[in-house]
Every structure is written in structure tokens, then in C-alpha cells.
């Protein structure tokens, strides 16, 4: 059952197998196994919370209480940096440095950790599988179709990355005994049809209602949410008006809408509807948010909840002000950041701080004090992105409640730059920790409306991507964009002013075969260094060494 029989569900199992009359049997109850687990609906649902474990894992960092992957910085940048959108703060962890500096190997750390990450949920979700029809034990009739579009869904969803990252992957879909020694690479159009047949099954069989499943559970609309995506990403003929459909299945669902007006728990508290949703105990439909599809369970101080590995968003994004003489660690101020990525002034702007258009956005054609936003975008409002700045440590008095400028060498020296919101945390209790513990949204309604734009611009549709995006472009306040403007740069720059931090901006520019360009024109730390055998990761060297019955193959640009 690999590291999901560590989670408190098994608990539940336990206690079962304990309280029998003849509990002093040696029958390996006390045991989780495969065999002796996957035996009736209670088992299976404590598999399908380890799937979901596995799933969140991906954001994990060092390891600490069940942590799956990495033993490094933050997985997460590593799909931020050398993009259009940041590039590598001043603390130059070496886990992150191959990606900032497009130095990356086949023995590079996260390339690694990414692929043992997905084929590990991969082997979890066949294991289920392969047990679920051999179960005959099931509370009701449609218990296993529901497990198995749970754990379709997780396939598809660890495949996804494969594809993005590497291209031809191996697809597996049983577990291999004797341990098979001999993969091949499966093209990346055959694994992206699997993909897609994985999320058609679970689109069928996963609940309608997100009102009548737990928090953080699948929903059909997260399946056609995703089908969406890889409908786009693998481009076949019918694929697009396919995205177009699975799309607007959501949009037309009657069960989401976009956030338009404030809610929650911090309606006390100065703040927008935008910024609302990204405020402690907000993500979810319990709380108000009408547009979550899925959102991952992450929250501080709960069970099942973010551990101190968990989700360091915030930490990735947020300055070094503590180490400016005047402040003091503040949960107010986000609590405790590294700044291991900046992001880039010619979207963000500089406008209410004292730092120039120059600088390191030099040469960047265009480039506007406010960036790509409007004057009265609520997606940058102060309440979204900090710019302002104010001393606050009472062992300082002389500058207290002072405003503390933002200028080209505190934004270089990553001490201070105006700060991604969205992911701000702290504990008054204990400002040292790391992660962002708040759940997270993983897919939400206004990037569905982004996808279905897409679909539209790759059908020639230029009218109708524009109705899409004005409906995001609306609830943010800002005027519409006309069908004769609607272009995929345009839709690039929108998703960035949506679904900054939020989004795998690498998926998105490798789905679009935007990378390079996005990156020569915007990026000046990777613009000189990308190339194009850049668009994949190379295959970790251990895999293939371990593959030794059959040669597996090095994407071009890595071979050592």
C-alpha cells in the first residue's frame, strides 16, 4: 500500500480488525496489506484518501511526517522558473539553480523527484484498480465504479505531468511481478489517449453534486475541468470543440459561479471578493466560495491537513523584509518568506513602489509602470498584491509605521518587491513556519473560462474566446477585450493576471508551444540560455540505468 497506509483512515480499519471475537488469530489484521485492506468499501475508501495524499504530496518539500518527494527547496518553482512569470531570487538553493540557470541533467534532483512522484500515484491508483474487481464486498452497488473513477482520475492526473514534463513516458497500467526490467516509451499522443479515457471514465462515474461529497473531494466537474486541458494539450482532429464541450459542462453545471461579492470568515476585515477567496478557511464550498471545483486539503492545525513540508507557496514568493533593519516577522506581512523566486516587473509593474521600468526589465518591449493591469483590476488590488510596505518593529521606533520604499536593489536583493498575497501566512504562535497551510484551490471556475477561450482560439473563433474572457474580465472590473485583440498572447497574459502563483505556468506555455518565445522575450535571466530541447526535462539517469534489459532512450539535448 506504499506510504498511503499511513494515513489516519487506517486508524478506522484498525479498530475493526481489533474488535473481533477472535482477535487473537494471527491473521495479519493488524497489518495493512493489499490483500487484507482492499477487501469491502471501508478499505477502499482508505486507499482512496491515500490517493488524495499521494496527489497533494506533490507540493511537498523535505520529507517531515509522510512527506512523499523531493529533499529539496520547493518542487513547485521549478515549474515558475525560466517562464514568462519570475525568476530566481537571491537565495540560490542548489536544488533550484539547474532550472533558473537551464542546467538541468538526467541526475538533476527534481527531475527525479517529479517522475518517482507520479509513478507512485500511478502504481497506487492501479493497485486499486486491480483489487477493485476482484472485490465482491461493497456497501452499494455503485461503490466500485466510484473507486475506480477516483482512481482513473489520479492517473490521469500523474500522467499529466509525465507528458508535460518528459513527453513519451512509459504507460503502465497494471503492477508489473516479476518486477519488469524492459520498459518502453510510450508516444506522447498514445499516453495522452489514455489520459483522456481515464477522465471520460471518471467524468461518468464521479459525483454530480459538490454539495453531497466531503471537502477536497472529486467531483465529475473536476473531471471535465482536466478533460478540457488535455483535449487542448493533445490537439487531435474534434479535440478542441471536445475542450470547448467539457468546458462549458462546467460553466453550465448550475453549481459554480464566480465569486462577485465578499464572503467567509473575514468579512470584518478590510479586503475584496478576489482576495477573499484566498484567505484562511476560504477555499471551500462550506465557506462560501461558489467557484472552487477542486481544492486541496491543506489546512493548519487540522487532521489530514498541512504538515510542516507542505505547500511552501507562500515562502517561494514572499520577500526578505525581516532582513531590512525596521521590520519584524509578521503574520500580518505573510509571515516568514525566502523570496527563492521574484516575480518579473514587466507584468507585475512597478507602479506605487520607487523601483524603475529599467533595471533587469530592460529591453522588454512595452513594458508599463502598471504591467499588464488596468488602473482598478481587483486581481491587483492592494489586497491581492503588497506594495506598500511599513516598518514595523518596536525596537526601532524612529522608523515605525513608516512606509519602507520598494526599489530596484531591494527587488534585486529579493528583500523587498510588491508580494504575491494569495499564498501569505503566519501564526502569531509560530512565525518560523514554513508552508502556506491554507487549502488550496486547484481548479477553479475562472480558469475554466481561460480553457474555454482556448478552445475557441484554436477553432478560429476569436469572437467567442473573447466572450469567455470577458466574463473573467468583467468580475475583475476591467473593460472587455474586442474578438480583434483576442490572441493567444493576449489570453497568456490574462491567465497570469487571473491565476498568478496558482497556475504550473511551464504546463501552460508547453500546451500552447509558447515556451521559448515567452521566455526569449520576457525572462532576461533564461532568455540567452533556453533552447529548444528545453520544452521537456530530461529522463532521470536512474531509470534508465535501472531499465537495463532495453534501452531507453534520453530526450535530445541530455545525452551525457
Given at each position: 500500500m506504499m506510504n498511503y497506509i499511513k494515513i489516519s483512515a487506517a486508524c478506522s480499519l484498525l479498530s475493526l480488525a481489533a474488535g473481533c471475537a477472535d482477535f487473537l488469530e494471527e491473521d495479519l489484521k493488524s497489518s495493512l496489506a493489499p490483500d487484507n485492506t482492499y477487501t469491502s468499501t471501508l478499505g477502499f475508501e482508505v486507499g482512496s484518501a491515500g490517493l488524495y495524499a499521494i496527489a497533494r504530496s506533490e507540493y511537498n518539500t523535505w520529507g517531515e511526517s509522510g512527506a512523499f518527494m523531493?529533499?529539496?527547496?520547493?518542487?513547485?518553482?521549478?515549474?515558475?522558473?525560466?517562464?514568462?512569470i519570475?525568476?530566481?531570487?537571491?537565495?540560490?538553493?542548489?536544488?533550484?539553480?539547474?532550472f533558473a540557470e537551464l542546467t538541468l541533467n538526467p541526475s538533476t534532483l527534481f527531475v527525479g523527484s517529479y517522475w518517482n512522484w507520479a509513478y507512485n500515484l500511478i502504481a497506487s491508483a492501479n493497485e486499486l484498480l486491480i483489487y477493485s474487481e476482484k472485490n465482491k464486498n461493497w456497501d452499494y452497488p455503485t461503490d466500485k465504479q466510484l473507486y475506480q473513477a477516483e482512481a482513473r482520475f489520479f492517473r490521469a492526473y500523474a500522467y499529466r505531468t509525465l507528458v508535460y514534463l518528459y513527453g513519451d513516458v512509459p504507460w503502465v497500467e497494471t503492477i508489473q511481478t516479476p518486477f519488469l526490467l524492459s520498459f518502453t516509451r510510450t508516444p506522447k499522443a498514445e499516453v495522452l489517449g489514455h489520459i483522456i479515457d481515464d477522465l471520460e471514465f471518471a467524468k461518468t462515474y464521479l459525483p454530480e453534486d459538490p454539495d453531497a461529497v466531503k471537502e477536497g473531494k472529486l467531483t465529475t466537474w473536476a473531471a471535465r475541468h482536466l478533460l478540457s486541458e488535455m483535449y487542448l494539450f493533445r490537439g487531435a482532429d474534434g479535440d478542441y470543440r471536445l475542450a470547448e464541450e467539457n468546458a462549458l459542462d462546467v460553466i453550465g453545471s448550475g453549481h459554480y459561479s464566480l465569486v462577485k461579492a465578499r464572503y467567509g470568515k473575514h468579512l470584518d476585515e478590510a479586503g475584496d471578493y478576489f482576495s477573499d477567496m484566498f484567505?484562511?478557511?476560504?477555499?471551500?464550498?462550506?465557506?462560501?466560495?461558489?467557484?472552487?471545483?477542486?481544492?486541496?486539503?491543506?489546512?493548519?492545525?487540522?487532521?489530514?491537513?498541512?504538515?510542516?513540508?507542505?505547500?511552501?507557496?507562500?515562502?517561494?514568493?514572499?520577500?526578505?523584509?525581516?532582513?531590512?533593519?525596521?521590520?519584524?516577522?509578521?503574520?500580518?506581512?505573510?509571515?516568514?518568506?525566502?523570496?527563492?523566486?521574484?516575480?518579473?516587473?514587466?507584468?507585475?509593474?512597478?507602479?506605487?513602489?520607487?523601483?524603475t521600468?529599467?533595471?533587469?526589465?530592460?529591453?522588454?518591449?512595452?513594458?508599463?509602470?502598471?504591467?499588464?493591469?488596468?488602473?482598478?483590476?481587483?486581481?491587483?488590488?492592494?489586497?491581492?498584491?503588497?506594495?506598500?510596505?511599513?516598518?514595523?518593529?518596536?525596537?526601532?521606533?524612529?522608523?515605525?509605521?513608516?512606509?519602507?520604499?520598494?526599489?530596484?536593489?531591494?527587488?534585486?536583493?529579493?528583500?523587498?518587491?510588491?508580494?504575491?498575497?494569495k499564498f501569505f501566512f503566519g501564526k502569531e504562535e509560530n512565525l518560523q513556519l514554513?508552508?502556506?497551510?491554507?487549502?488550496?484551490?486547484?481548479?477553479?471556475?475562472?480558469?475554466?473560462?481561460l480553457l474555454l477561450a482556448e478552445a475557441y482560439l484554436r477553432q478560429n473563433m476569436p469572437d467567442k474566446a473573447a466572450d469567455a474572457v470577458n466574463e473573467v474580465r468583467r468580475r475583475a472590473r476591467v473593460s472587455d477585450v474586442d474578438a480583434a485583440?483576442?490572441?493567444?498572447?493576449?489570453?497568456?497574459?490574462?491567465?497570469?493576471?487571473?491565476?498568478?502563483?496558482?497556475?504550473?505556468?511551464?504546463?501552460?506555455?508547453?500546451?500552447?508551444?509558447?515556451?521559448?518565445?515567452?521566455?526569449?522575450?520576457?525572462?532576461?535571466?533564461?532568455?540567452?540560455?533556453?533552447?529548444?530541447?528545453?520544452?521537456?526535462?530530461?529522463?532521470?539517469?536512474?531509470?534508465?540505468?535501472?531499465?537495463?534489459?532495453?534501452?531507453?532512450?534520453?530526450?535530445?539535448?541530455?545525452?551525457?
Open positions: 523531493h529533499n529539496g527547496a520547493c518542487a513547485y518553482e521549478v515549474l515558475q522558473i525560466s517562464t514568462d519570475c525568476r530566481m531570487g537571491t537565495v540560490r538553493d542548489g536544488s533550484l539553480v539547474p484567505l484562511e478557511n476560504n477555499q471551500n464550498r462550506s465557506a462560501g466560495n461558489t467557484e472552487s471545483i477542486w481544492v486541496m486539503q491543506f489546512q493548519y492545525n487540522t487532521v489530514g491537513g498541512g504538515t510542516n513540508s507542505d505547500d511552501w507557496t507562500r515562502r517561494a514568493w514572499n520577500p526578505q523584509y525581516f532582513n531590512i533593519d525596521g521590520f519584524a516577522l509578521a503574520d500580518s506581512l505573510g509571515g516568514r518568506g525566502l523570496a527563492q523566486i521574484r516575480p518579473l516587473k514587466w507584468w507585475i509593474g512597478v507602479k506605487g513602489t520607487s523601483a521600468t529599467a533595471d533587469e526589465a530592460e529591453g522588454y518591449p512595452g513594458i508599463q509602470e502598471g504591467g499588464i493591469f488596468e488602473d482598478g483590476d481587483i486581481r491587483n488590488s492592494e489586497y491581492s498584491i503588497k506594495r506598500n510596505w511599513y516598518y514595523n518593529n518596536p525596537l526601532t521606533p524612529n522608523k515605525l509605521e513608516q512606509k519602507c520604499p520598494i526599489t530596484d536593489d531591494t527587488w534585486s536583493q529579493a528583500q523587498l518587491f510588491p508580494a504575491l498575497k514554513t508552508g502556506s497551510y491554507k487549502d488550496r484551490m486547484k481548479f477553479r471556475l475562472a480558469e475554466t473560462y485583440d483576442m490572441t493567444m498572447d493576449f489570453l497568456l497574459d490574462e491567465r497570469i493576471r487571473e491565476l498568478y502563483g496558482e497556475e504550473s505556468r511551464r504546463f501552460t506555455l508547453v500546451r500552447t508551444g509558447t515556451l521559448i518565445d515567452r521566455v526569449k522575450k520576457y525572462n532576461p535571466e533564461a532568455r540567452d540560455r533556453i533552447k529548444d530541447y528545453h520544452v521537456l526535462w530530461p529522463i532521470p539517469q536512474a531509470i534508465r540505468d535501472a531499465n537495463r534489459d532495453v534501452e531507453f532512450p534520453q530526450n535530445p539535448g541530455y545525452d551525457e
